[in-house]
């Protein structure tokens, strides 16, 4: 028997949602079994279960779209009994039991290593958002983009994805801007590694086809008109790495800054990413991301906290990284 924060629906509305004890002969098909150490609290997590979106594609449901572990039983020879795993995406808390829980039965397909000297509890204060955060720095600089071309827009600043974000740019030597509608928070920020902040106010309402050119490049996670006026303000020749929808999935932009100045929007996929990038993404992250700035940006929570964090986490109450220990 394990722990599980299971989601149940019998009629329209929010999920049931509570710690459950669960048997492994209930848990999905898969060809690892893994003794789960961590998950986290994203974005898409505090959706499922609040039920504020219909995330959760089969009932019932254990929410936990990555998480971080040991392998008990393994019938995929890439993966032994007492390796350390990192999982993220898939659909793994959505259409297949999740990481909010002490077990989790998945493909092999779906998990990478856990780098060398990595703790699972390391691996989750970056969770699917600082690997996110990570892909769209490789995008950025598989376009290009260098330090000397100008100052590199994170929107989405206090964000899971933002705040990785920002200390991944400034460790490598970019001057980086962060939008954020908590300018009360710009201490935080700016210990990240951010040097100017941008009122969100001023994105994220309709605006001009064309902009001032402010930035060389930009991580968006908001998407809609912040999406929109980002584009319009970044330089000539600049990239736009956009990997999120905080803000909503429309994009009411011109074409103006793709054929007049260049600007390329490269888009960010960490579900279904191939094999060969999550490695170089985690590989990378376990060398380059500061280890002061991901503690300092991290917040701890047993297993039954988490329905109540995550509706704090949709409300934008939540600054940075919510790891669950789901052995609390």
């Known amino acids: 028997m394990f722990k599980a924060l299971l989601l149940t629906k019998t009629e329209p509305g929010a999920p049931h949602c509570a710690v459950t004890e669960l048997d492994d002969a209930q848990l999905p098909a898969g060809e690892v079994l893994v003794q789960v150490s961590h998950s986290t609290l994203n974005y898409k997590d505090g959706l499922a279960i609040t039920g504020k979106a219909p995330v959760v594609r089969t009932w019932p449901m254990v929410p936990g779209i990555d998480f971080a572990g040991t392998v008990l039983e393994s019938s995929d020879a890439r993966y032994r009994v007492g390796d350390g795993v990192v999982l993220n995406g898939w659909g793994v808390g959505e259409a297949h039991w999740g990481g909010l829980a002490q077990k989790a039965r998945v493909k092999a397909d779906w998990l990478v290593p856990l780098p060398a000297g990595m703790a699972p509890s390391q ?153 060969v990038r999550r490695a170089k993404a985690w590989e990378r992250l376990a060398r380059e991301l500061p280890a002061e700035a991901l503690a300092a940006n991290t917040e701890t929570i047993a297993l039954a906290d988490a329905p109540a964090v995550a509706a704090r986490l949709l409300a934008g109450q939540v600054r940075g990284r919510v790891v669950v220990d789901v052995n609390a």
């Open 123 to 275: 691996a989750m204060a970056i969770g699917t958002a600082g690997y996110t955060a990570m892909l769209c720095v490789m995008a950025l600089q598989q376009h290009g983009v260098t330090p000397e071309q100008g100052p590199v827009l994170v929107t989405g600043g206090n964000g899971g994805v933002g705040s990785i974000a920002i200390a991944l740019l400034s460790r490598l030597g970019f001057t980086v801007h962060a939008s954020t509608g908590r300018l009360h928070e710009a201490e935080h920020l700016k210990a990240l590694g951010a040097t100017e902040l941008v009122d969100r106010a001023t994105l994220n309402a309709p605006g001009k086809p064309l902009q001032k050119e402010r930035w060389a490049a930009a991580v968006d996670s908001v998407g809609s008109h912040t999406l929109a006026n980002v584009c319009a303000s970044i330089q000539y020749g600049g990239v736009v790495a956009a990997c999120g929808l905080a803000q909503g999935m429309d994009f009411p932009a011109t074409v103006a800054p793709f054929i007049l100045r260049g600007v390329t929007l490269a888009g960010v996929d960490s579900v279904m990413a191939p094999y």
